[in-house]
C-alpha cells in the first residue's frame, strides 16, 4: 500500500523504473494529510509508477538516486511547510525539532528544501526530465514575493529553482493531467494551474509589474499583489504574467476546483496511515499523532484572514465531501489495528464550514470588492450548520467509533450568524466533541488591529463565550476556551498589546500564553503591510513592529499568568 521508496521495492514491483520521483522535504506518512502521499496515490490511481523519497539528503547522490532517473519527471515540494517556516521561529532562531521528521531532530529539511532539492536533481541528472515543482512552498512563491528570512523582494521560484514548471493549488488534478500530456510528448504549458518560464506570454494574459519593478517600488509590488489576489479564483481568474530580466513568467489560470465526486474518489483511495518501514527506523514522528485517524472533510477558506495564505494555496470556495465518503473513511479507520474508537479531528482549514457556500461565489467567482465575513458575515452566505450536525451524528454513530472530536478551529461569527442551527451546532460540539477545551483565535481585542488582521469585532467573541459556557453549564461538562493571540502584527503596537492584555484580564479573566508572534509569510495581505507600512487598501501609513526585540516585547507583554477561560 506505501508507495516504493527503495530500489528492492521496485523490483519486488517488477518496475525497471518508477515513471515519476516525487521528492519531499516531509518524512513519509502514507497518510491523505501529507500532500506528496496524496498526489503520489493519486497518480498511482491514473495509471502511473509513482516512487518517493523522503528527506533526501543533500551532500550526496546516494538518497536521489535511489529509485533512478523516471520516465516522466520530477515532482518535488519542501513538504507540508514552507522550509523556513519549519526551521526557524518568528524570532528567527532555528528550530531544534521536526514533527515530520523520525526522531523529531530538525537536521533533515533544508532551507529553501524546493531550490535545494532541485539543485541536487540536476547535479545528478544532468540532462533529465522535466522538474515539477509543488507544494505549499512553491506555491505562495509563485510569483516575485516578500521573503523575510532575506528581507527582500525575490524573483518567482520557478527562476530561483530552474525547474521546468511548477503546479500551485492542490493540483489532484492537474498534476495527473500533466502526466498525461508528458507521458503523450504533448506540451502540457495551456494546463490550469501551471506556471512556467517563457520568452513571450500568450497574448490575452495580464502583464503584472515586472519582478524588477516590484522588487525596487513598494507601490508597483502593492499593485502587483492586488491583481495577483484577485486572479485565484478559477470561476473568474484569467492568465497572469511577470516579466523577469528578459523572461516571463507565466502563470496560467487555476484549475476549477475538484467537485464532490472527485473529492471523494480522492479520499477513498487506500492509506496505510503509517511511517513507511524505511524512514520509521529514525525513530517515532509526532506528526502521525494527529493527523492517523483525522478526517478532512472539505478545503478552501472564505475567512480572508490577512495574515492566511490559504486563500492563495486552496481557494476561498469552500468545497466538501460526502457524509458517505466520510463515513466509509470513518469504518475504514476503525479497522485500522492501531485505532482505538477516536477520531481525532473532523474539519478543514475552519471546521465549521462544512456542507454550505455561497451561490454567487461558486456560479460568478469571489467577489472581488467585499470580504464573506469581513467586517461582518455576509447576508448572501447561506450559513447552515445542519449538514455538520448530521454528520458528527452519523460519524458518531459508526460501530468502534467511541468519540469524534472537533479539534481543527471554528469560526464564531458563523456560529453566532446561523440564528438556525447555530446554538444547536454549538451544543452538539460542546455535548460531544470536544476534550475539555474549544480553542478560538480571536487573535486581538483592538478594533484596528482587528481591521488590519480582517478578523471579526470581539462582540462576537463575548457574545460566543457567554452562550458557550451557557451550554457547558446546561450539558453538566466543565469546559473552557482557549485563546490564541497573535502579537506585532503589521498594525499593532506596544499599546495595543496592553489594552489587549487588560482586555483578557478584566473581561476573559485570564493571562494568554498562547500567543503566536506575526511571521510575514510569502503571498498575504499582512506581508504585503509589513513590506510597505502602508494598509493596502487605503494607501494610508500602519505602524509595524520590524525589530526583533520590539517583536518579542509585543508578545512579553501578554504572556503571563492564568492562561484559560473558565467559569
Ligand atoms: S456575495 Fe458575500 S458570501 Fe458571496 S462571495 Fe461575495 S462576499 Fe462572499
Known sequence: MFLPTTAAELRDRGWDRPDIVLVTGDTYIDSPFIGAALIGKVLTAAGFRVGIIAQPAVDSGADIGRLGEPRLFWGVTGGSLDSLVANYTAGGRRRRTDDLTPGGRNDRRPDRAVIVYSNLIRRHYKKTVPIVLGGIEASLRRLAHYDYWSNRIRRSILFDAKADYLLYGMADNSVVALARRLQASRSPLDLPGLCYRAARPPAAYLELPAYEEAAADPEAFTAMFHLFYRHQDPVSARGLCQRHGDRFLVHNPPAPYLSQEELDRVHGLAFAREVHPFYRRGGPVRALDTIRFSLASHRGCYGACSFCAIAVHQGQTVRWRSQASLVAEAEELVRHPAFKGIITDVGGPTANMYGFECGQKTSRGVCREKRCLFPAVCNRLPVDHRPQ???????RRVPGVRKVFVASGIRHDLVLADRRWGEAYL?????????????????????HVLAAMGKPAITSLLAFRDKFFQLTREAGKKQFLTYYFLAAHPGCRAADMRRLRRFAQQQLRLSPRQVQIFTPTPATYATLMYWTGKDPFSGEEIPVARNSRERARQKNILVAGKTTSRR
Do not use: M, N
Not at 389 to 395: N, T
Open 427 to 447: 451544543r452538539e460540539l460542546v455535548t460531544h466533541h470536544i476534550s475539555g477545551q474549544l480553542k478560538l483565535a480571536p487573535e486581538h481585542s483592538e478594533p
Open 389 to 395: 450536525i448530521e454528520l458528527l451524528r452519523r460519524l
